[in-house]
């Protein structure tokens, strides 16, 4: 168990860039999640895959936010043309999902975004 | 909708001290509640859960029950250590869309 991986852990880049992120989650986990954390906030939920299927979008924050897992391993964050408020950090979770409504998440350390 | 509030930090405490953060929650059906904790420089990690009412969560001498009267989860230690130093986030949810508060800060001296 080598725990999630996200990369990069820092990304600098000017408004109106695109910027990707991944996550690598545990490999027997069936489930991933991307949360955004503001400084002095807790993680806000954006979206959710089981397998390579994205169960929920509607929490993305606009259209310029998408995520994919095409192989329901790793999964991508893209933001498009990126905002000064966009800067924060995004969390990436994985769980092995069995039914159970307690499941416990996995957290990765990060990508911290800084938009100038 | 749902929500958390937990109390303000920072919370800074001597060694040994008893540790109560407060945390509230507002939800429509019956949610399990966690404690996740944020250790300086690492990712957040579950601390405890409890995933009905009257539950006890415990771990690493922390605890919280999950009060439906007062709709609350308070973490509570008897004696907190420096390496407890920490954020720790109250969070509300399930099958893993959870909802979590601002975090608290906790600072513990020596």
């Known amino acids: 168990d080598t725990g999630v991986s996200q990369n990069p852990r820092h990304k600098i880049t000017k408004r109106g860039q695109n910027v990707t992120f991944r996550c690598d989650p545990i490999?027997?986990?069936?489930?991933l999640y991307w949360y955004r954390q503001t400084l002095g906030q807790g993680p806000e939920f954006l979206t959710y895959?089981?397998?390579?299927?994205?169960?929920?979008k509607s929490r993305l924050l606009s259209d310029r936010f998408s995520a994919e897992r095409p192989k329901g391993s790793f999964s991508t964050l893209e933001i498009q043309r990126t905002e000064q408020g966009d800067s924060a950090m995004y969390l990436c979770a994985s769980s092995t999902h069995s039914g159970a409504t307690n499941e416990k998440l996995f957290f990765g350390s990060g990508t911290q975004l800084s938009v100038l | 909708g749902d929500s958390v509030t937990q109390m303000e930090g920072p919370v800074t405490l001597s060694e040994e001290a008893f540790l109560t953060i407060n945390c509230t929650y507002t939800?429509?059906?019956?949610?399990?509640l966690f404690w996740y904790v944020q250790y300086p420089g690492e990712g957040l990690q579950l601390l405890l859960k409890?995933?009905?009412?009257?539950d006890k969560g415990s771990n690493k001498g922390f605890e919280a029950t999950y009060r439906k009267e007062t709709t609350s989860f308070h973490l509570e230690k008897g004696s907190v250590q420096v390496s407890d130093s920490a954020v720790y986030f109250c969070?509300?949810?399930?099958?893993?869309?959870?909802?979590f508060g601002k975090g608290t800060k906790l600072s513990v001296k020596p």
């Open positions: 490999s027997e986990h069936n489930r």
């Open positions: 939800a429509t059906g019956y949610p399990s």
């Open positions: 409890a995933t009905k009412a009257d």
């Open positions: 895959f089981q397998n390579e299927a994205q169960l929920e």
């Open positions: 969070a509300l949810g399930s099958q893993g869309n959870l909802i």
